[in-house]
């Protein structure tokens, strides 16, 4: 089947420490993979995505590589900021029949302290 | 403001009602998909519509229903409510069937008494 597993959090850093938040995956076919962003009394928004291997998606300073020899999209980012405190989403879209289907994964929420 | 304008932004209702909520897509953007947030659940994805047709369906119950109009507009039934529906209900939007990625509304927070 289809699923997401990513880190469980919460995540407390100081400002400007380096971030990972790992996800992988499982996938029938060619996923494409996403990272997703929630604030505070906000829908999603998303923050960067991959759409075949090897692919490195990056906004706002964040990273992640799509792998497909370890079925990994992990987080990253160099210096995180207080603004960036958020619960952060990894995703996968797959087709399924005429549709197309997301699945997320659980949701790690980063707290940033100065 | 993402685009996609969903209403009401909260809702109260008792056990047992009935409630309609409603997504208006991104411009230009054929696809809408219904998610349900909770806590104990995380995001479940419910169901899509691609320019009024059903193209795929999750975990939606059979008391819950969902249409997508000829403006393109949505619609998310909710009846015989029970206390564990109570979570936040987000819209999302594509222009295609969303390889590409969302675009999300930002929810509708329905509580259920």
């Known amino acids: 089947g289809n699923s997401v597993t990513q880190m469980e959090g919460p995540v407390t850093l100081s400002e400007e420490a380096f971030l990972t938040i790992n996800c992988t995956y499982t996938a029938t076919g060619y996923p494409s993979l996403f990272w997703y962003v929630q604030y505070p009394g906000e829908g999603l928004q998303l923050l960067l995505k991959?759409?075949?291997?090897?692919d490195k998606g990056s906004n706002k300073g964040f990273e992640a590589t799509y792998r497909k020899e370890t079925t990994s999209f992990h987080l990253e980012k160099g210096s995180v900021q207080v603004s960036d405190s958020a619960v952060y989403f990894c995703a996968l879209s797959v087709q399924i029949g005429t549709g197309n289907q997301f699945y997320f994964g659980t949701g790690t929420s980063l707290t940033v302290i100065p | 403001d993402s685009g996609v304008t969903q209403t009401p932004k909260h809702l109260i209702t008792a056990t047992g009602q009935r409630v309609t909520l409603r997504c208006s897509p991104r411009s230009g953007d054929l696809s809408v998909y219904w998610y349900q947030q909770s806590l104990d659940q995380g995001l479940q994805f419910l169901i899509q519509?691609?320019?009024?047709?059903?193209?795929a369906k999750g975990n939606i119950l059979e008391r819950f229903s969902a249409q997508q109009f000829p403006d393109l507009h949505s619609e998310l039934n909710l009846s015989s409510l029970e206390l564990g529906d109570s979570a936040l209900y987000f819209c999302?939007?594509?222009?295609?069937?969303?390889?590409?990625?969302?675009?999300f509304g930002s929810g509708t927070r329905l509580t259920v008494v």
């Open positions: 991959a759409t075949k291997a090897d």
């Open positions: 999302a939007s594509s222009v295609n069937q969303g390889g590409y990625g969302y675009t």
């Open positions: 519509y691609y320019n009024g047709e059903e193209r």
